[in-house]
């Protein structure tokens, strides 16, 4: 079975319930997690555009009934070694920036990677993660690239997030998970919160602004987006699939209209890396963002009248 | 950005409450939304009723209580609300985040150890060297030119103030079970929070599932288990010399310490029956019932071991009888509650029949 994966975050989360005998598919915990969004901040100082939710790995592990303790833990100053924070002898997943991890890695913070433990014989400087690229062998990462990975800095001081998953079986019923999910995630790409940068549809509306007023955003602000493997064209073909699943599991047919609208997106986001990449004119690139604007306006519009 | 040394949430507006967490998150709700929602409500869909019975190593003391740890993250997972939780090592950056929170007009939950809040132990006569660093308060303002920080707290009508110092110290002790470890959570909540029949169905599942399939013994039917068995041998397990300190502060956990009464019973009673507004099930009812018993149970439980505590101190023997007796009616009955769950989660699911996979490909 091929079980390296596509997007980090709901990867990992397979990667450690495999361990715990529990198989899931990729598209599965994609789904049930409410990965798939948009966030922009226009006001940050770097501003950053998101396609998946910042916090999916927890509500992956939430939605498997998996009590896990989330640490987003800020020090004034950096961690000398990543010793501590991992000696507490449960499996960790991590979230870091995956370029500082190997070189070819995306500029990403909130690549997950998995710590299973330290073999009894290997080098305590050497660290084995595993990625959706290093499976079956882990990556031995040294010490001090996995903190320099690790810590995000931030006004307050350097963050360092890791949550710890802990279960003895996992039993969950797809079935009963996933309509809320899926209205959860109707909620999420129509509502704003309070306090929060615009996200959802609104997330994905300002940012197409944004690049129509500044034409450098399109070369950095989404570039930084459209990571190789696991990015926004990626992560729309898991949420097809994860439809696909549900309407199986829930026999509720509809939903594989849904799933080939999602397709469409994928398909327009690989012509949106295209562009990019072909450094096509600025407002072509608008363009093809507002087409996939109409379609997630779709998508969510005709999963909200399925669900009511 | 801070830029004044005082600053307040200025529409802020205190509900009191019962427990501590849902106290807290339903006033976050009220504060964002204008919704007053019932603590009974927050404390059901955040699956909070479980027991957590524990003895750290090395301690002679036991901590019990009715309830999970994960209310808050589970409440806000179900309802679409983002929540963070955010510690720190060091103080400074701690209050420099919760200044921040309270200028841009945050009310600002943080975790504490009970134990150093001045008005709570005046209040509850708290024993010394007992420590619990999970009790909410929100941080609603702050003034630096006198060193004080405003609070307000789940019993408490008014606000209360504090010296920043003794609140930073409440946050960040080290000595007691589950370090506060400077904890504030992030919270951004949508204009309303919705109860739907899906959300009670899934935080009942949930509640089930960390009852009877819990990631540690500390907590669960295991953990009730263990406690029913040995509880009368406390005396041996934990020390005599502490026996009366064990018993006095469990009798404090079940009932008086922001339980809601009966070791958390009554508030998923209250919970139990609001749900039968969104799911119709002759099971809930019933529940419903059992829960209420279960209360009453717990209640009793609390007295009984405070009358054992009195005999000890006073070298009178006590009669087990009617605490084993008590011990046993609550564990058959919380066994009964789950199994009555169970049966409306599973009557109700909306699930309909898997097509066969001919009946999926030609769909």
Not at chain 1, 266 to 276: F, G, N, P
Request: charged share 20%; hydrophobic share 40%.
């Amino acid at each position: 079975m091929d079980t390296s994966g596509i997007h980090s975050g709901s990867w990992v989360v397979g990667f450690w319930a495999r361990h715990h005998g529990a198989h899931f598919s990729e598209a599965s915990l994609f789904g049930i997690g409410r990965t798939a969004w948009y966030g922009f901040d226009p006001t940050a100082q770097d501003p950053r555009f998101y396609t998946y939710h910042p916090n999916r790995v927890m509500r992956t592990l939430i939605a498997l009934n998996i009590a896990t303790a989330v640490y987003r833990r800020v020090t004034a100053a950096r961690l000398p070694s990543p010793h501590a924070e991992l000696a507490r002898g449960f499996p960790v997943l991590l979230e870091v920036n995956e370029a500082r991890l190997t070189p070819a890695g995306s500029g990403q913070d909130g690549y997950c990677l998995c710590y299973m433990g330290q073999a009894g014989d290997a080098s305590p400087e050497l660290i084995p993660v595993h990625t959706p690229h290093n499976v079956e062998e882990p990556l031995a990462v040294e010490a001090g690239t996995l903190v320099s990975a690790w810590q995000q800095p931030t006004p307050l001081g350097y963050q360092h997030t890791v949550y710890v998953p802990m279960a003895r079986t996992i039993a969950t019923s797809l079935a009963h998970v996933i309509p809320h999910s899926i209205s959860q995630y109707v909620a999420q790409m129509t509502e704003s919160l309070s306090g929060e940068r615009p996200g959802g549809l609104d997330g994905l509306r300002a940012f197409i602004r944004y690049c129509r007023r500044n034409d450098s955003a399109v070369a950095t602000t989404l570039h930084g987006a459209l990571e190789s493997d696991g990015g926004p064209h990626s992560q729309r073909t898991l949420m097809s699939h994860f439809l696909l699943e549900a309407a199986a599991i829930l026999g509720q047919p509809s939903l594989r209209a849904v799933a080939t609208l999602y397709e469409e997106i994928a398909a327009l986001w690989i012509e949106v890396r295209r562009s990019v990449a072909l450094k096509l004119l600025p407002t072509t690139i608008c363009d093809a963002l507002d087409g996939i604007l109409q379609l997630e306006t779709a998508a969510v519009g005709t999963l909200a009248r399925l669900q009511s | 950005m801070i830029t004044s040394p005082r600053c307040s949430v200025h529409s802020y507006k205190h509900l009191l409450g019962t427990h501590c967490v849902t106290a807290a998150l339903r006033n976050l709700v009220h504060y964002y939304t204008g919704e007053v929602m019932s603590e009974a409500m927050i404390f059901g869909l955040g699956s909070g009723l479980n027991f957590t019975y524990i003895r750290r190593p090395g301690s002679n003391f036991f901590l019990t209580m009715g309830r999970g740890t994960e209310i808050e993250t589970l409440f806000a997972d179900l309802v679409n609300i983002d929540l963070d939780c955010v510690l720190f090592r060091e103080r400074g950056p701690a209050w420099q985040f919760v200044q921040e929170l309270i200028t841009e007009q945050h009310p600002v939950m943080v975790d504490t150890d009970m134990f150093h809040l001045p008005y709570m132990i005046q209040s509850h006569n708290l024993m010394p060297d007992i420590h619990f660093g999970g009790h909410k308060i929100l941080v609603t303002g702050y003034d630096m030119t006198l060193g004080r920080a405003s609070v307000y707290d789940y019993a408490w009508r008014d606000e209360q103030t504090l010296d920043c110092e003794v609140l930073a110290d409440a946050r960040s002790t080290p000595k007691c079970p589950s370090p506060p470890a400077n904890a504030a959570y992030l919270f951004r909540c949508p204009r309303r929070v919705e109860v739907t029949r899906q959300t009670i169905l899934l935080s009942l599942s949930r509640t089930l599932a960390h009852m009877r399939n819990p990631a540690s013994n500390h907590v669960g039917l295991p953990a009730l288990d263990r406690f029913t068995r040995q509880v009368l041998n406390w005396a041996r397990l934990g020390g005599a010399e502490q026996l009366e300190t064990n018993l006095r502060l469990a009798s404090f956990m079940f009932q008086r310490a922001g339980t809601g009464g009966g070791n958390y019973r009554a508030l998923f009673t209250r919970f139990l029956d609001e749900s039968s507004r969104y799911v119709q099930s002759d099971s809930l009812d019933r529940a419903a019932r059992v829960y209420r018993q279960l209360a009453i149970l717990w209640r009793d439980l609390s007295v009984l071991l405070s009358q054992w505590a009195d005999a000890h101190v006073t070298g009178r023997d006590s009669d087990p009888g009617l605490l084993s007796a008590t011990l046993r009616d609550i564990w058959s009955a919380e066994v009964l509650g789950l199994e009555l769950i169970e049966d409306v989660v599973h009557s109700s699911a909306t699930t309909q029949a898997q097509p066969t996979m001919k009946e999926f490909l030609c769909q």
